[in-house]
């Protein structure tokens, strides 16, 4: 039975930093590309980075280099370090699994934390 766990959402001034830990149960972790999805309210989940499981990572262009995607591999655990936040990074982060592809194949979710920007 897979699961996916997110942590470290929460209420944060504008300008201010979280970092989100995503912990696997059930997965052979190594051998899985995870990612971070975020879903605003009235919009559609959206990648924000993934990592390779041989830890190539890539954060799409919108996060403007203040977010790093990492992975640990002894602890099964994928992270998300936000800094300089910004109101229009608020939704609800999701991490997500998936073996090989597109994230469009159906990868294993988690259930998702809020991150709430605030000016």
């Known amino acids: 039975q897979v699961r996916l766990t997110e942590s470290g959402g929460g209420s944060v001034r504008a300008g201010g930093s979280l970092t989100l830990s995503c912990e696997s149960y059930?997965?052979?972790?190594?051998?899985?590309?995870m990612g971070w999805f975020r879903q605003a309210p009235g919009k559609e989940r959206e990648l924000v980075a993934s990592?390779?499981?041989?830890?190539?990572?890539h954060e799409v262009e919108s996060t403007e280099g203040r977010f790093t995607i990492s992975r640990d591999n002894t602890k099964d655990t994928v992270y998300l370090q936000m800094n300089n936040l910004k109101a229009e990074d608020t939704g609800v982060y999701v991490c997500a699994a998936r073996r090989q592809g597109s994230w469009l194949n159906e990868p294993f979710w988690g259930q998702g934390t809020q991150v709430t920007v605030f000016s």
């Open positions: 059930a997965l052979i972790f190594g051998s899985y590309a």
């Open positions: 990592i390779e499981p041989e830890d190539s990572a």
